[in-house]
């Protein structure tokens, strides 16, 4: 491989990321939705499939509540859709909106990278790397 596509090929995702950041959240926002359409499509069947009600915010983040069941502990967040019954607040869903960002950062891979992580910290979510990436205090973690 010459010099100059080995430039390119490192350089490259480092000059994306920083023309997406400087283009503001919003482009970011869409690039989190678009990635994560797949998942977030799945999820809100299945949300609406144990009673919740869906609806889209304006970070394109999907909420599903009033769910009879059909997620973990008291929420879970597949792609850009947070599953969950009555648990709710800006908190929380900026909380779970990280959630989204690990979704479209590492794929299908994340659900599984997440339950090695919780098998690594023995089920301790104040020392999980993807809750404290989350913002443990937003998650309601007040005991960390």
């Not at 080995?6 to 970011?28: E, Q």
């Not at 992580?117 to 089920?123: I, M, Q």
Request: proline share 3%.
């Amino acid at each position: 491989m010459t010099r100059t596509v080995k430039y390119l090929r490192t350089s490259l995702p480092l000059v994306a990321a920083a023309i997406a950041l400087a283009a503001g959240p919003d482009l970011l926002i869409l690039s989190r939705a678009v990635t994560n359409l797949p998942t977030t499509a799945g999820a809100v069947i299945w949300g609406r499939t144990h009673g919740g009600t869906c609806e889209t915010h304006r970070d394109l983040f999907v909420t599903c509540s009033d769910m009879d069941g059909g997620y973990a502990n008291a929420a879970t967040t597949v792609g850009n859709v947070w599953l969950y019954g009555d648990l709710d607040g800006p908190d929380r869903h900026r909380h779970e909106a990280r959630h989204a960002d690990q979704w479209a950062l590492l794929g299908v891979a994340f659900p599984a990278l997440y339950g090695g992580e919780s098998v690594r910290t023995r089920g301790d979510s104040c020392q999980n790397v993807f809750e404290r990436w989350a913002g443990l205090h937003d998650g309601g973690y007040g005991r960390c």
